[in-house]
């Protein structure tokens, strides 16, 4: 039976300098911001059943326009109910417009007024997207949050070229816009472009604005700009974007990229690189990046992380696990991957109760401190 949803909205709770604690709300749940958000690219957290997704705190995850038009495609999935039916997963989605991925295929796409046309990476069959069908693939995978078809600015840009790709956004937006299907608790969101030119980002939030999206994501960064111009790029931007409205940043990242990114006002994130580095035995903790591949842990007896209360820390040793990665047991990449979506999701709860408690730059201090001892032996 149909039960009646909320709006779709975004209340700012408490600020502390520019970083923003806030709840988003949706059809599908209550998302608490700053939030990350994990990272299914082909309806599945890579490693990860859904109720360990859930387990860690996570309570939004994120799927791919490209890949799953490709492959199982578009139609079948909604047949099946949508994305979130079809994967076991009870909480809202937001999916990626396929814009960034069809950038990274190089001299497979065709780009044109109207959009994009390209070879799949599986096959070589040609397709094509335009805002349009990208906005309706999204209707049809159920999202959430329906993202802007765009065109993402590679790096290094001219000006000029960077002006031409964000004007392209900006017109696609619109047409993004006009071809999304108005539902309680759903929302489409704008995408600012610009590369690092400032006047072009502040251009860019102005046609968005001048659009109207229920949420602004800045995108074409984390694309070799390197972290001090992003958040420059960020400083410039985030206060020129509405308060009342969540603020993604795409792609990013590293977790000082997610400190920094709540310290100039971002709202969310995504994300590969917790499962990424959870695959290739690269565990993140509070002192910093741990490799489990490394001798040295064939036997330390201790905990990849004493205050992370996960099942690869709660239950198995360090020694462990780096006899899971030497072994190349299936079972390394699913506890490494679990401990570093939950590592993330601890980041995001302390930055958030930071906020409220206006202490957040208190914290940002701290991070860096711990994160700049190391991989410490306290014995």
């Known amino acids: 039976m149909f039960k009646p949803t909320p709006e779709f909205g975004f209340a700012l709770k408490a600020t502390d300098g520019l970083a923003r604690r806030g709840t988003l709300t949706t059809a599908w749940g209550q998302v608490e911001t700053p939030v990350f958000m994990p990272v299914g690219t082909a309806a599945t957290v890579k490693g990860m059943m859904p109720e360990s997704v859930v387990s860690t705190g996570a309570s939004i995850i994120l799927a791919n326009t490209y890949h799953l038009m490709l492959r199982p495609g578009a139609e079948r999935v909604a047949k099946l109910g949508g994305v979130r039916k079809m994967m076991g997963w009870d909480g809202p989605l937001l999916t990626d417009s396929g814009g960034f991925q069809v950038m990274s295929l190089g001299?497979?796409?065709k780009l044109d007024e109207d959009g994009v046309t390209f070879k799949s990476h599986l096959d070589g069959s040609q397709h094509r997207l335009t805002p349009k069908r990208s906005t309706e693939i999204q209707y049809l995978l159920d999202a959430t949050i329906t993202m802007a078809f765009d065109e993402c600015t590679p790096f290094p840009a001219t000006k000029l070229v960077a002006a031409e790709s964000m004007a392209l956004s900006m017109r696609w937006a619109k047409r993004s816009r006009e071809a999304f299907h108005p539902r309680t608790g759903y929302g489409q969101f704008g995408i600012v472009q610009g590369s690092v030119f400032s006047d072009l980002r502040a251009e860019s939030v102005a046609a968005l604005e001048g659009i109207g999206f229920e949420g602004y994501a800045?995108?074409?960064?984390?694309?070799?700009?390197?972290?001090?111009a992003m958040f420059e790029t960020l400083e410039e931007t985030t206060p020129l974007m509405?308060?009342?409205?969540?603020r993604y940043l795409m792609g990013v990242g590293k977790p000082s990229d997610l400190v920094g990114g709540v310290a100039r006002g971002i709202d969310m994130f995504d994300c590969v690189l917790p499962t990424r580095s959870g695959r290739t035995g690269q565990g993140f903790t509070r002192r910093g990046p741990v490799n489990l591949k490394n001798a040295r842990h064939a036997d330390d007896p201790r905990p990849l992380d004493e205050s992370c209360s996960c099942p690869a820390c709660a239950r198995y040793s360090r020694a462990y696990l780096h006899h899971l990665f030497k072994a190349e047991e299936v079972l390394s990449l699913m506890l490494l991957s679990w401990h570093n979506i939950h590592y993330y999701q601890d980041l995001m709860r302390e930055m958030r109760r930071a906020i409220e408690i206006e202490r957040f730059s208190e914290f940002e201090i701290l991070f860096h401190t711990m994160q700049g001892l190391g991989d410490i032996d306290p014995l």
């Open 107 to 109: 001299s497979l796409r």
């Open 242 to 246: 509405l308060d009342n409205k969540p």
């Open 218 to 228: 800045v995108g074409g960064l984390a694309v070799g700009e390197g972290q001090s």
